[in-house]
C-alpha cells in the first residue's frame, strides 16, 4: 500500500471551495468559492494568485476554447470574458 502526503499549498480562506480545474493554456489551477462569491487562480510556477468576485454564487468555472471561461452561477451558464471586465491575466 502507498502512502501519499498532502499539506497545504495555497490557504486561500474559502468559505466553500469546490471545482478546482487546470488550465492547461495558462498553467493555472482555477477553483470557485460557493459561499465567498469568487473565483480563485493560481499558478504554481511563479506562485501568482489572483481571486475575482463573482456577482452570485458559482458552482463551477471551465476554460473554453475560445479563452474564455464558462460559470456556472445559480440562474445559468455564463460565458465569462475576463479581458471585457478589464481583468487582465
Given at each position: 500500500?502507498?502512502?501519499?502526503?498532502?499539506?497545504?499549498?495555497?490557504?486561500?480562506?474559502?468559505?466553500?471551495?469546490?471545482?478546482?480545474?487546470?488550465?492547461?493554456?495558462?498553467?493555472?489551477?482555477?477553483w470557485i468559492?460557493i459561499?465567498?462569491?469568487?473565483?480563485?487562480r493560481?499558478?504554481?510556477?511563479?506562485?501568482?494568485?489572483?481571486?475575482?468576485?463573482?456577482?452570485?454564487?458559482?458552482?463551477?468555472a471551465?476554460?473554453?476554447e475560445?479563452?474564455s471561461?464558462i460559470?456556472a452561477?445559480?440562474?445559468?451558464f455564463?460565458?465569462?470574458?475576463?479581458?471585457?471586465?478589464?481583468?487582465?491575466g
Open positions: 500500500m502507498r502512502i501519499f502526503e498532502a499539506a497545504c499549498v495555497i490557504d486561500a480562506k474559502a468559505a466553500l471551495a469546490e471545482g478546482p480545474v487546470w488550465d492547461e493554456r495558462l498553467n493555472e489551477l482555477i468559492d459561499e465567498g462569491y469568487h473565483l480563485h493560481y499558478r504554481p510556477s511563479d506562485g501568482r494568485r489572483r481571486q475575482y468576485e463573482l456577482p452570485l454564487k458559482a458552482g463551477a471551465v476554460p473554453a475560445d479563452g471561461w460559470l452561477l445559480e440562474d445559468g455564463y460565458r465569462w470574458r475576463k479581458a471585457l471586465y478589464g481583468m487582465n
